[in-house]
C-alpha cells in the first residue's frame, strides 16, 4: 500500500468518528426532552399524597382509623420508598410544626426519614434527615420543627434493598399541624 492510501483512510476512519460523536450528541439531546422519557421520568405512582420513589404503592385497609394506609414495595435493588413532595397545607413561615406517622415492615429494620424544605422551593435545605425503627408492631415517627424563612415542607420515608423479594414497609396517620401560640 502506497503512503497516500494510509492517509485518506486515516482520514476517512477519523470522519467517521467524528460524524459518529455528533450523531451520538445530537441524539442525547433530543431524547432528554422527548413525550417517551419525560414521561417515564413523571409517571410515578400517587396514591393520596405519597408518590413512589422505585416503589410500588398499595392502599392498607385491615389498620385502625380513617386515615390513609400504604404499603411501599421496592421495585428493584436500591433506594426506595415514598415522598410528599410538598404538603398541600404548610405551616407559616417562622411558625412551629408537628409532623408525625406510623410504620412498620416485615421485618425489623432502619428506614430513612428526610424532612425537607419542599422541592418545589429550592434549594431543598433539611431540616432532619435521620432513621427510624420498623418493626412487626407499628411505631410512631414524631418530629417538631420550624420552617424559618421558608415556604414549602416536603417528606420522604424509605429504605435501601439489596433485592426486592419480599421486602415492604408501611406507613399510616400522616399528620402536620402547626403548634399553639
Excluded at 426506595?80 to 425489623?108: K, N
Excluded at 435521620?130 to 420515608?157: D, E
Excluded at 426486592?164 to 403548634?179: G, H, K, P, T
Aim: glycine share 10%; net charge positive.
Amino acid at each position: 500500500m502506497s503512503r497516500t492510501n494510509d492517509t485518506g483512510l486515516l482520514v476517512a476512519g477519523l470522519a467517521a468518528f467524528v460524524a459518529l460523536v455528533a450523531y451520538l450528541a445530537v441524539a442525547f439531546a433530543t431524547a432528554g426532552g422527548s413525550p417517551a422519557v419525560v414521561a417515564a421520568h413523571s409517571a410515578a405512582q400517587m396514591l393520596g399524597p405519597w408518590r413512589a420513589r422505585d416503589a410500588k404503592l398499595a392502599r392498607i385497609s385491615r389498620t385502625r382509623g380513617r386515615r390513609l394506609a400504604v404499603r411501599v414495595t421496592p421495585l428493584a435493588s436500591g433506594l426506595y420508598g415514598a415522598e410528599v413532595q410538598q404538603f398541600t397545607v404548610t405551616p407559616a413561615q417562622g411558625r412551629g410544626f408537628t409532623l408525625s406517622f406510623r410504620v412498620r415492615g416485615r421485618s425489623r429494620s432502619r428506614l430513612l426519614v428526610q424532612i425537607n424544605t419542599g422541592a418545589l422551593d429550592p434549594p431543598i435545605r433539611y431540616l432532619a434527615h435521620t432513621t427510624v425503627v420498623a418493626g412487626r408492631k407499628w411505631h410512631r415517627f414524631t418530629y417538631h420543627g420550624r420552617l424559618g424563612g421558608r415556604t414549602g415542607l416536603g417528606l420522604f420515608v424509605g429504605q435501601t434493598t439489596n433485592s426486592s423479594a419480599r421486602r415492604w414497609f408501611e406507613i399510616r396517620d400522616l399528620s402536620l399541624r402547626a403548634a399553639r401560640r
